[in-house]
């Protein structure tokens, strides 16, 4: 098969997780009483045509529901997300009447609200990667506009996750203007602004896509990234294209050799994005997720969902404990304020500033 992210070895431990979320289906037991009807005897003719009508299990393949929700990815720097980690980022991105929430549409840095403190994370890639594709299926929304056309992305769009009544939203996604084909200089410079200015921002997604693999200027994008010390990490898009040619191949599963192919591809990428020996700033963040916004997996979800949802929390200082509360700090009137203890937590916010400080 060809790789079609660039091809360079180095040494890459995977660590699938150990099993998916456990289906949530019950079965109730019956007892057949006297009076049910007992089933006709099928004649032959009629079981063969239902037979035949019966999907037939692929002999060699892996339905893709029964992928764990990390197996497509690469971990080798950081732990993958546990389940109660993945089930707690499930939830904080379930849809409610006040998630998600769009809270601003602009063109230029400047114009941004300087008052929010909640985190920020950006989506950044080339025109058509599927950074609009891939936020709808997170945020379980139609809020992106998507399109087959590059360039149709024009403004920076920002959305806020997990708020509850009158709260705050937890966490604000941005949604990118493409670089590449169809992109114009002026919004490179307000998103370069945007990404060495922006106090809130914890973490950049950059998606390099699956099918046509690693282009120029995913890597200057890249080279740009360690050279302001912007905190970044890598998202292969389009799976699904590593995985097989067409859809409907990787629809009816997937084969032990199509998964080698994928980390294959990633073990290639690792080289790239952390490159060895050179003085450059700090690299991306030493995991590379996979997603397809075309296939679904697990609980129907499309593939690599719950894992990057966990990314993006992780990012935004979240530790996925749900229950305990904590005294944040004083209200200023000598009493406290109460807080969910999943804010984020004091160590994030000092690298946070660590990180500002090399700009
Ligand atoms: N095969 C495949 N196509 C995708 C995937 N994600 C997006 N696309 C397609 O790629 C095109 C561009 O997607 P879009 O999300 O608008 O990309 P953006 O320009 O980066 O925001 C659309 O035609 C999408 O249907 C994916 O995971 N797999
Ligand atoms: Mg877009």
């Not at 690792?270 to 003085?279: D, E, N």
Request: net charge positive; glycine share 8%; hydrophobic share 30%.
């Amino acid at each position: 098969m060809k790789h079609r992210l660039l091809t360079l070895t180095s040494p890459l431990t995977l660590r699938p997780l150990p099993s998916p979320i456990p289906s949530t289906t019950h079965r109730t037991l019956t007892t057949t009483t006297a009076s049910t009807p007992h089933p006709q005897p099928q004649q032959p003719q009629q079981q063969q045509q239902q037979q035949q009508q019966q999907p037939r299990p692929h002999p060699t393949k892996r339905p893709l529901a029964d992928l764990s929700p990390t197996e497509l990815n690469s971990y080798w720097d950081t732990q993958a997300p546990t389940a109660s980690q993945l089930a707690y980022a499930d939830k904080v991105f379930t849809p409610s009447r006040h998630s998600p929430i769009k809270l601003w549409t602009l063109a230029k840095f400047r114009t941004t609200p300087i008052s929010s403190t909640t985190p920020e994370v950006a989506f950044l890639g080339r025109s058509n990667v599927g950074k609009s594709s891939l936020l709808n299926n997170l945020m379980g929304a139609e809020v992106c506009y998507t399109s087959s056309k590059p360039g149709r992305t024009t403004t920076m769009n920002a959305f806020g996750i997990g708020g509850t009544k009158g709260g705050e939203s937890k966490v604000v996604l941005l949604d990118m203007p493409g670089y590449g084909k169809g992109s114009r200089t002026e919004w490179g410079d307000e998103i370069m602004k945007y990404l060495n200015k922006r106090k809130q921002l914890r973490r950049t997604f950059i998606l390099i896509d699956g099918l046509h693999g690693i282009k120029r200027s995913d890597l200057n994008m890249l080279e740009l990234f360690r050279e302001y010390a912007i905190p970044h990490q890598v998202i292969v898009s389009k799976v699904d294209k590593i995985l097989a040619k067409r859809r409907n191949q990787v629809m009816s599963g997937v084969t032990e050799a199509n998964i080698l192919g994928v980390r294959k591809s990633l073990r290639d990428l690792k080289a790239i994005i952390q490159p060895v020996g050179r003085s450059e700033g700090p690299p991306a963040l030493g995991e590379i997720l996979t997603c397809s916004s075309s296939v679904s997996g697990n609980h129907g979800d499309h593939l690599g969902m719950s894992a990057i949802r966990w990314a993006i929390l992780a990012a935004a200082g979240y530790d996925g404990r749900m229950e305990v509360r904590v005294d944040r700090q004083s209200d200023g009137e000598g009493g406290s304020i109460a807080a969910d203890a999943d804010v984020p937590s004091a160590e994030a916010e000092s690298k946070r500033e660590t990180r500002w400080d090399f700009s």
